[in-house]
């Protein structure tokens, strides 16, 4: 092999054919990328790295997520990107935009005094009553799963109560149940739970808020 020394002249010779080959290699290869990285699948492409420092104490839970990732035959960012997408909806993040909710709670409301025309049977003046009729007002910080209106009202309880479920989760993480009747005929009360589970909606509603909070309920069987 030839060696050059240092400030001595470089050959023509030196930059042959054979060894413009692996420059020519590379530059082909950075154009190609540069053309088809496009079109690759957002999930075939590689993604930013993200370094997570472990402390001491946390040793056995890295080792069984390790062991867990083995065993569900996924990665250990698989797994700690589903345990994130369950945990982030029970926590307070700026991404929640909470505002102050304020409710209308109390006794029913008796119908009011209506007037019927003798002759034409039609209503001269009245109305049904409506939730913002309750005589007290409640507020408290959070935000609505299944908001007041249309989407509170169960199916479960349409031919019952009549009742309508606004679901909230309040600034400290509980879930704020707002039961209304959308005609003030029973009492408004708002009550707050730990979880959904212990809120004892009815189902349909439970599940509306379940999607909300990203959430999806499993039963766990000892088999």
């Known amino acids: 092999m030839q060696q050059v020394r240092p400030g ?16 020519v290699y590379v530059v082909t290869y950075v154009y190609l990328l540069y053309i088809w990285y496009p079109h690759i ?5 590689v993604s930013p790295n993200k370094t997570l420092y472990m402390r001491d104490e946390d040793t056995p839970v890295w080792e069984r997520a390790e062991l ?17 997408r369950h945990y982030l909806p029970t926590i307070c993040t700026p ?16 119908p009011p005094h209506q007037v019927i025309d003798g002759e ?24 609505w799963l299944v908001p007041p209106g249309g989407e509170a009202q169960s199916r479960a309880v349409l031919q019952t109560t009549g009742y309508c479920y606004g679901v909230a ?6 879930i704020a149940v707002y039961r209304y009747h959308p005609e003030a005929l029973r009492p408004a009360t708002l009550e707050a739970f730990p979880s959904l589970e212990e809120a004892d909606l009815p189902a349909d509603i439970e599940e509306k808020a379940a999607t ?12």
């Open 8 to 23: 001595a002249a470089v050959r023509r010779q030196d930059f042959g054919p054979g060894k413009l080959m692996p420059l």
């Open 41 to 45: 699948p957002e999930e075939l492409r």
């Open 68 to 84: 867990a990732a083995e065993t569900s035959r996924q990665s250990l960012s698989q797994l700690v990107t589903a345990a994130l």
């Open 95 to 110: 991404g929640d935009a909470m505002e102050d909710i304020h409710v209308m709670v109390g006794d029913r409301v008796p």
């Open 120 to 143: 034409t049977g039609r209503l001269l003046h009245g109305h049904p009553a409506s939730p913002a009729d309750y005589p007290r007002a409640e507020a408290f910080t959070g935000r």
């Open 169 to 174: 989760l309040t600034r400290r993480r509980q």
């Open 212 to 223: 909300a909070l990203a959430q999806q309920r499993t039963t766990w069987r000892d088999i």
